[in-house]
């Protein structure tokens, strides 16, 4: 979620986590006074949103909330996508350390493929619990899937499985159409633009690398899905 962790002198190795954990939000070396006005102002935005929903929290809200003028909040976090993120950070926190260093089957002590199982299972609820909050830190993130491109190729990376599965669309004998649409986002996250550009360009990732990559996924998704037709 953090998209801009703080520079390092350090370069960061993949797969391997940072040695401060990469929340947004926390400036370093805070003072104690500044620490409390931000914590008073975090706690009547946090409350706003339980109240009403991140899409109706304002900054004229939260500053009256706290008894700060509305001045104050924008010096503080920027905007009011600065202010949500900086709501997530408490929450993001002690999501990084359950799975960095919690107990099992998020933490180191369980074997990599019951870590990444758990993985995925841990960042869906987390997202679904704060998933207002997270919308709107992220401008225009729910209209993303709704551009027409996007939309056909999901569309036609659906029907390209149905056809692979025998028009089943999923396992035989199980979820159909559903499961091949759930499938094709999959898939087509690979596709992503933003996705590319960073393995492209920041990660210096060969454009034949990814090829292959989408080539490999491809056969794993399909053999696991559909093992008698492939």
Request: overall charge negative; hydrophobic content about 40%; aromatic content about 4%.
């Amino acid at each position: 979620m953090a998209r801009n962790p703080r520079p390092s002198a350090e370069p960061l190795v993949l797969g391997q986590p940072p040695h401060e954990l990469p929340v947004l939000g926390q400036p370093p070396h805070e003072r104690a006074d500044a620490a409390r006005n931000r914590a008073r102002l975090l706690d009547a935005a946090a409350e706003l949103v339980d109240r009403h929903g991140a899409g109706h929290v304002t900054m004229d809200a939260v500053a009256t909330a706290a008894g700060v003028g509305k001045g104050t909040l924008f010096r503080r976090f920027g905007d009011r996508t600065g202010l949500m993120n900086a709501l997530l950070d408490h929450a993001e926190q002690e999501n990084q350390q359950a799975f960095l260093t919690g107990p099992p089957p998020l933490g180191p002590e369980a074997e990599p493929l019951q870590r990444l199982e758990a993985f995925g299972i841990s960042t869906i609820r987390f997202h679904f619990r704060y998933l207002d909050v997270l919308l709107e830190a992220e401008p225009c993130a729910s209209k993303r899937y709704l551009v027409p491109a996007r939309m056909l190729r999901i569309t036609h990376i659906s029907m390209l499985l149905r056809g692979i599965g025998g028009d089943g669309g999923g396992r035989r004998g199980e979820g159909g159409d559903g499961d091949a649409v759930l499938l094709a986002h999959t898939l087509a996250a690979h596709l992503d633009p933003a996705l590319l550009h960073h393995l492209h360009q920041q990660l210096h990732v060969p454009a034949e690398h990814i090829e292959d990559g989408w080539r490999d996924l491809v056969q794993r998704v399909t053999e696991r899905q559909f093992p008698s037709v492939t």
